[in-house]
């Protein structure tokens, strides 16, 4: 019997190529990047390369990736590290659909004294912007919203979202682990175009995209 694998969402075949590439990096290339001898500083080179290609395809500049070990974490360090930068603001907003590894974060903040708005979806899966809107203040610390929902693949309009929350100087995060290498915008990106539209932080997921 044959098995058709339809779980792509949850986890994707590493590609082989990606394979072939990391191999000598789990064998003898096994080096500590930090270590300034010559093994460490040729492991320190494939992840100067490894970023400058996640950088190009994301259309951004090399100094903002940050290589983390999930979206998970990414999207915990996110979190954290916008409200760690503003500490003196105590509000932010979610969506109630957001994957657990925003939700939980978020009600750990609530158990620390935070105020958390989850904005509700419709029987569609859609947001409601004019909630968003209002939902806003200057006590608002952070917005993070999925860019693609890991059930319904209900696509948020983020460019709009971005757009109310550059307005008000409020910091954006998106979790883009659904979207990144399976959309992209209309110039190519994967998948928003970061120049034009001002998110500030993005969370992507190589296993999701036959990475490692
Ligand atoms: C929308 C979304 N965010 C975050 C994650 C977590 O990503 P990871 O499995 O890399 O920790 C997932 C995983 O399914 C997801 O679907």
């Known amino acids: 019997m044959s098995v058709i694998y339809l779980d792509n969402n949850a986890t994707t075949r590493i590609d082989p190529e990606v394979v072939e590439a990391i191999?000598?990096?789990?064998?003898?290339?096994?080096?500590n990047p930090s270590s300034v001898h010559h093994f460490g500083q040729q492991a320190r080179h494939a992840v100067e390369i490894a970023r400058e290609q996640v950088a190009a395809a994301m259309g951004v500049r090399e100094r903002q990736i940050v290589f983390t070990g999930s979206g998970t974490e990414a999207n915990n360090l996110a979190i954290r590290g916008v409200l760690a930068a503003r500490p003196e603001k105590r509000h932010v907003v979610t969506t109630a659909v957001e994957h657990d590894?925003?939700?939980?974060?978020?009600?750990?903040?609530?158990?620390?004294?935070?105020r958390v708005t989850y904005l509700g979806v419709d029987s569609l899966g859609h947001l409601d912007l004019s909630e968003l809107e209002a939902s806003l203040s200057d006590q608002t610390a952070l917005v993070s919203i999925m860019h693609a929902n890991n059930?319904?693949?209900v696509i948020f309009p983020v460019e709009k979202v971005a757009a109310l929350t550059a307005t008000k100087g409020i910091p954006l995060h998106v979790d883009a682990v659904q979207t990144t290498g399976k959309v992209r915008d209309a110039s190519g990106h994967s998948p928003l175009n970061l120049d034009d539209v001002p998110v500030d932080l993005l969370t992507a997921s190589a296993h999701k995209f036959h990475g490692p």
């Open 23 to 31: 191999l000598p990096w789990l064998g003898e290339q096994y080096a």
């Open 101 to 114: 590894s925003v939700l939980r974060p978020m009600q750990q903040l609530e158990r620390e004294g935070y």
């Open 151 to 153: 059930e319904t693949g």
